[in-house]
């Protein structure tokens, strides 16, 4: 098994003229898993995000062995297109997600436009895509967010099963995630 890593040295992050955070480091090794907490607008989506590669950090920098796969609010699923349209376009480039779009429950739905889905269809779709796209690095921006009971379970136990073949989740979450031996990142602890 490959081993894979992300590691954040002095982290800062700006807004404006406002510092979110300053001075956080990290490091994320296979088969881990990291809760980052915090109040709302104190920069978990942002951290997120720089972790991801997708917005510079205001100072500090980020190692990451292994590719990344985030899922936040925006799901990457062209609105107008049916589901299944939207996946297979995915599939295209990520790999095939089929298991995963019959394991997340949303196999009736591939007729239907991605507008239409509720919020958890949404979000258990941006899932059925990750698990497809096969990345090692999973940042989960409010995975539970919109989700039932029996799919916030099934959230867990995807992550859980990332994690025990060797992957990394970083999840940023108000709500309480289970997920066994997962560290605590507190974001308060990192501002000014």
Known sequence: MQEHRLAARELACRRGDRVLFNG???????????HVAGVNGIGKSSLLRILAGLLRPFAGDVERHGTVGLIDERPALDPNLPLGSALTFWQRLDGPAEDAVARLGLSDLLDVPVRYLSTGQRK??????LIGQG??????????????????RL??????????????????????????????LELSEFTA
Do not use: Y
């Not at 956080?24 to 990291?34: F, I, Q, R, Y």
């Not at 258990?124 to 895509?129: F, K, V």
């Not at 992550?159 to 992957?167: K, L, P, Q, S």
């Open 24 to 34: 956080l480091s990290l490091d994320v090794h296979s088969g881990e898993a990291l």
């Open 135 to 152: 990345a090692h690095l999973w940042l989960l921006d409010e995975p539970l967010n919109g989700l039932d009971t029996h799919a916030a």
């Open 155 to 184: 959230t867990e136990a995807l992550a859980a099963e990332h994690c025990a073949t060797g992957g990394i989740c970083v999840i940023a979450s108000h709500q309480p995630f289970a997920l066994p031996g997962m560290k605590r």
């Open 124 to 129: 258990r779709a941006s899932l059925a895509r």
